[in-house]
């Protein structure tokens, strides 16, 4: 990192990508056990869905065994989900994006702060990427990820305040540690209050749910890491993208049907995580072209 020389830069930029392979393997087991309720995610080791067979360490290898296997259990020969692979490959690449920013990111910045930043991020992925396809599997966004995620946010803002620190509240707060505090909760509290005025101003217009309560503890936890500001546009964003979705569902289909809404605040939290600055610079040059066409239409 800001210490490293350039071959333990490239060592530790290959180990997040692997790291991503073998959490992302994790995050199969959280995806399946999570909204099932039959069985820790700690134990019993890994099997076959459709013969029930514990699967051998070299058999459960992330991405290479599947591979290996065609696709298939190497016992009754039944196809495993492609599902799986595709987690593995999504969290790698996303560790790999993230380890690239730890180390040439923040290059002027100590070394634990670019590996607190990272391992803050590699959670908050991790916790993005199982909370996606349960919600797309079983239309729920699971407790034991938002609460939990609500908490871990606060206390990673209080132990690492520069994950907060353009934040207004800090020109009001001089303490650094209380101030990324008081700004992770305040991001929660706009997160999760935006979401359910939404849902109960749909309920009353719709006159059914528009919103679950899931979505709300969701984004009270985007907001505890992102702050108000960005989870406020993790809203605008997960919204636009909704909305090309749906209109391109109805075209293609006639139908709408049930839409779920957290993959698409994945999306949001992902885009703003990893590109504030570009998300920033896009919506200053649209705020300009808009005032440009307002003042011109005036005169």
């Given at each position: 990192?800001?210490?490293?020389?350039?071959?333990?830069?490239?060592?530790?930029?290959?180990?997040?990508?692997?790291?991503?392979?073998?959490?992302?393997?994790?995050?199969?087991?959280?995806?399946?056990?999570?909204?099932?309720?039959?069985?820790?995610?700690?134990?019993?080791?890994?099997?076959?869905?459709?013969?029930?067979?514990?699967?051998?360490?070299?058999?459960?290898?992330?991405?290479?065994?599947?591979t290996i296997l065609g696709g298939k259990c190497r016992h009754c020969k039944n196809p495993i989900s492609v599902r799986y692979?595709?987690?593995?490959?999504?969290?790698?690449?996303?560790?790999?994006?993230?380890?690239?920013?730890?180390?040439?990111?923040?290059?002027?910045?100590?070394?634990?702060?670019?590996?607190?930043?990272?391992?803050?991020?590699?959670?908050?992925?991790?916790?993005?990427?199982?909370?996606?396809?349960?919600?797309?599997?079983?239309?729920?966004?699971?407790?034991?990820?938002?609460?939990?995620?609500?908490?871990?946010?606060?206390?990673?803002?209080?132990?690492?305040?520069?994950?907060?620190?353009?934040?207004?509240?800090?020109?009001v707060i001089r303490q650094p540690n209380f101030a990324a505090l008081t700004a992770s909760a305040l991001g929660a509290l706009?997160?999760?209050?935006?979401?359910?005025?939404?849902?109960?101003?749909?309920?009353?217009?719709?006159?059914?749910?528009?919103?679950?309560?899931?979505?709300?503890?969701?984004?009270a936890m985007v907001g505890a890491v992102l702050g108000w500001r960005g989870v406020l546009l993790t809203f605008m964003i997960?919204?636009?993208?909704?909305?090309?979705?749906?209109?391109?569902?109805?075209?293609?289909?006639?139908?709408?049907?049930?839409?779920?809404?957290?993959?698409?605040?994945?999306?949001?939290?992902?885009?703003?995580?990893?590109?504030?600055?570009?998300?920033?610079?896009?919506?200053?040059?649209?705020?300009?072209?808009?005032?440009?066409?307002?003042?011109?239409?005036?005169?």
């Open positions: 990192m800001g210490f490293m020389d350039p071959r333990q830069q490239t060592v530790f930029f290959v180990f997040s990508g692997l790291l991503g392979l073998v959490v992302g393997s994790f995050l199969n087991v959280c995806i399946f056990r999570l909204p099932r309720n039959c069985m820790s995610i700690v134990k019993p080791r890994s099997r076959c869905p459709k013969c029930l067979t514990w699967i051998a360490w070299y058999d459960n290898l992330p991405v290479v065994s599947w692979t595709l987690v593995e490959l999504l969290t790698g690449v996303l560790f790999l994006y993230a380890g690239w920013r730890a180390i040439y990111g923040w290059e002027s910045t100590p070394g634990w702060r670019q590996g607190a930043q990272f391992a803050i991020e590699a959670w908050f992925v991790s916790a993005l990427i199982v909370s996606t396809f349960i919600d797309l599997e079983f239309r729920i966004l699971p407790d034991e990820i938002t609460l939990s995620g609500v908490i871990i946010g606060l206390a990673a803002s209080a132990a690492c305040p520069f994950l907060h620190q353009t934040d207004l509240v800090h020109s706009v997160g999760g209050g935006s979401i359910y005025l939404v849902g109960a101003l749909g309920k009353l217009v719709f006159r059914k749910e528009a919103m679950g309560f899931g979505d709300v503890k969701y984004m997960a919204c636009l993208w909704g909305s090309v979705y749906g209109i391109g569902k109805k075209i293609v289909t006639r139908e709408m049907g049930y839409v779920p809404f957290g993959p698409f605040l994945s999306v949001g939290a992902l885009t703003m995580l990893f590109f504030t600055p570009e998300v920033n610079r896009l919506l200053e040059a649209y705020l300009d072209w808009n005032h440009r066409v307002i003042g011109g239409l005036v005169r």
